[in-house]
């Protein structure tokens, strides 16, 4: 009797855990479909079909390509922020260079501050979080912790207003200024993403 009711309660565990799983996908699509609605741009919704231990912060592979009007050196973003941009595009994939690469430049401007800045991936060996770097301030930047950054729209690869991620600490360097960001989108659990194909 025992021995059944301890079936029963890890069937009901696995069931219950199942359903828990299947919440959690609902909500993260609609809030997916929401954001796409909501945006002023054009959205192709894609999904990371490959990623690789050796570049995990660097590069993604998604699931769109040519056959989706897809073409390099266009944005990629989730509902949370700004994501990447692609490079090699092919017949139906694309491969995407993150912004916690170090050869991701992304030209960025901070709310309430008329500052500017190029924000890339910080290369920090051995170290689990991504982090950004923000460079070419000036020294009376003075950036404060929690300060959001987004795109400014200058370069012409990454529209005005994508969020990119916040301000973790400023400091002032010999030529300039310099914060470290926290990107805003958890750039280790990626699944679903959009390409920004223009605007609406």
Aim: aromatic fraction near 4%; charge should be neutral.
């Amino acid at each position: 009797d025992n021995a059944g009711l301890r079936v029963e309660n890890r069937s009901l565990k696995a069931t219950n855990q199942a359903l828990r799983d299947i919440e959690h996908e609902v909500n993260r699509l609609r809030h997916a479909l929401d954001y796409r609605q909501r945006s002023i741009f054009k959205l192709v919704p894609a999904e990371i079909v490959t990623r690789d231990s050796s570049t995990w912060w660097h590069t993604v592979t998604i699931n769109r390509g040519k056959e989706d009007k897809i073409d390099s050196d266009m944005p990629v973003v989730t509902d949370e922020g700004l994501v990447g941009k692609t490079t090699t595009v092919g017949k139906n994939i694309s491969v995407v260079l993150l912004i916690t690469d170090e050869n991701c430049k992304v030209a960025a401007g901070i709310e309430g501050s008329r500052e500017q800045g190029i924000v890339n991936g910080e290369r920090v060996t051995g170290s689990v979080t991504p982090q950004l770097e923000l460079n070419f301030l000036s020294k009376q930047a003075d950036l404060k912790p929690g300060q959001k950054v987004s795109t400014s729209g200058m370069g012409g690869v990454f529209p005005g207003g994508l969020i990119i991620g916040t301000v973790k600490n400023f400091r002032v360097r010999e030529l300039d200024g310099q914060a470290r960001l926290a990107p805003a989108v958890e750039m280790s659990h990626l699944e679903d993403v959009f390409v920004v194909t223009g605007r609406k």
